[in-house]
Every structure is written in structure tokens, then in C-alpha cells.
């Protein structure tokens, strides 16, 4: 009768360690592939125009205009380079972005004191920047003349 119950009990553990056994060509080890997403969280910068421009609609290689954009300030000057001078344009409030975006438009206060001395600068109060396609532009007008001052970052 000892005999009957050891064939069960055998076979029975025959099965339970055969199905303890990883399966062929399973990866059980510590380097296995985890399936879980990792997301990277994308840190969108504002538009930044801070930095010097240069005119690029000039009619002469040696006369144009020049900005520097600064904190909260931009500053244009007008370049004489065959004379290596400059004069004031324009100083007024810079309006950041604030967000990424491929234009930006902001209406510059300008600073009366600092340019009612100056005699190149212009007379205006205010003025409107705008920046898309890459370019810096504005209105200016010297002399009865309006024209559009187109300018790169340098």
C-alpha cells in the first residue's frame, strides 16, 4: 500500500517543479526591460530678442542703424561708420515675450529726457516694434521721409 501512494506523490512533484522552470528564452534577471513610460517634461523658453541688431534696408553700407535690446530697454542709434560715430534714435521700454512664439509686438515708451538732448533722436513719444520672419522693424521718419527700418540680430 506504500507503494500506491508514492507513484501519486511522485508524479505530483514531477509536475510542480516542472512548471517552476522559466519558460525558454524568458529574461528573469535584474536587467529586465521595464515597461513603464518615462516622461520628459519639455521647458518652453519665451521668445528672446535681447542682444544687437543691425539695419539691413540701408541704402549705403556706411550709414544705417543699429539696437540693443536689454532687460527691459531698447536702445537705437544711428551709425556713421565711415566716420566711426553714433548718435541717439531711440531709447524707450523694451515688453518682453512671454511666451514661444514667432512674432511679437510691443509699443515702446520712449524716454523723453534722455533724448529731447539728443539732435538725430526722434521726436516721437511712442513707438511700435515688431518682430516676426526673423526681423526687427519699425517706422521712422527723418526729414518728411517715412520708411520701414528693417533689422537682423547680429
Same mark, same amino acid.
Given at each position: 500500500?506504500?507503494?500506491?501512494?508514492?507513484? @501519486?506523490? #511522485?508524479?505530483?512533484?514531477? $509536475?510542480?517543479?516542472?512548471?517552476?522552470? @522559466?519558460?525558454?528564452?524568458?529574461?528573469?534577471? #535584474?536587467?529586465? @526591460?521595464?515597461?513603464?513610460? +518615462?516622461?520628459?517634461?519639455?521647458?518652453?523658453? @519665451?521668445? %528672446?530678442?535681447?542682444?544687437?541688431? !543691425?539695419?539691413?534696408?540701408?541704402?549705403?553700407?556706411?550709414?544705417?542703424?543699429?539696437? +540693443?535690446?536689454?532687460?527691459?530697454?531698447? +536702445?537705437? %542709434?544711428?551709425?556713421?561708420? =565711415?566716420?566711426? +560715430? !553714433?548718435?541717439?534714435?531711440?531709447?524707450?521700454?523694451?515688453?518682453?515675450?512671454?511666451?514661444?512664439?514667432?512674432?511679437?509686438?510691443?509699443?515702446?515708451?520712449?524716454?523723453?529726457?534722455?533724448?529731447?538732448?539728443?539732435?538725430? #533722436?526722434?521726436?516721437?513719444?511712442? !513707438? #511700435?516694434?515688431?518682430?516676426?520672419?526673423?526681423? $526687427?522693424?519699425?517706422?521712422?521718419? =527723418?526729414?518728411?521721409?517715412?520708411?520701414?527700418?528693417?533689422?537682423?540680430?547680429?
Amino acid at each position: 500500500m506504500n507503494h500506491r501512494l508514492l507513484v @501519486p506523490l #511522485a508524479v505530483s512533484l514531477l $509536475l510542480l517543479t516542472g512548471c517552476s522552470a @522559466p519558460a525558454a528564452g524568458s529574461n528573469t534577471g #535584474a536587467s529586465s @526591460p521595464k515597461t513603464e513610460e +518615462t516622461v520628459e517634461e519639455v521647458v518652453v523658453e @519665451p521668445l %528672446d530678442l535681447t542682444g544687437e541688431w !543691425k539695419q539691413t534696408n540701408s541704402n549705403s553700407e556706411d550709414s544705417y542703424q543699429t539696437a +540693443t535690446i536689454t532687460g527691459e530697454q531698447i +536702445t537705437v %542709434d544711428w551709425v556713421n561708420a =565711415a566716420d566711426s +560715430t !553714433k548718435a541717439v534714435y531711440w531709447i524707450g521700454s523694451y515688453v518682453a515675450p512671454t511666451e514661444d512664439t514667432e512674432s511679437h509686438s510691443w509699443d515702446s515708451q520712449g524716454d523723453v529726457a534722455q533724448m529731447e538732448t539728443a539732435i538725430m #533722436a526722434s521726436g516721437d513719444t511712442a !513707438k #511700435a516694434f515688431t518682430f516676426k520672419g526673423g526681423v $526687427l522693424s519699425y517706422e521712422l521718419t =527723418a526729414m518728411g521721409v517715412t520708411m520701414t527700418v528693417e533689422m537682423s540680430r547680429q
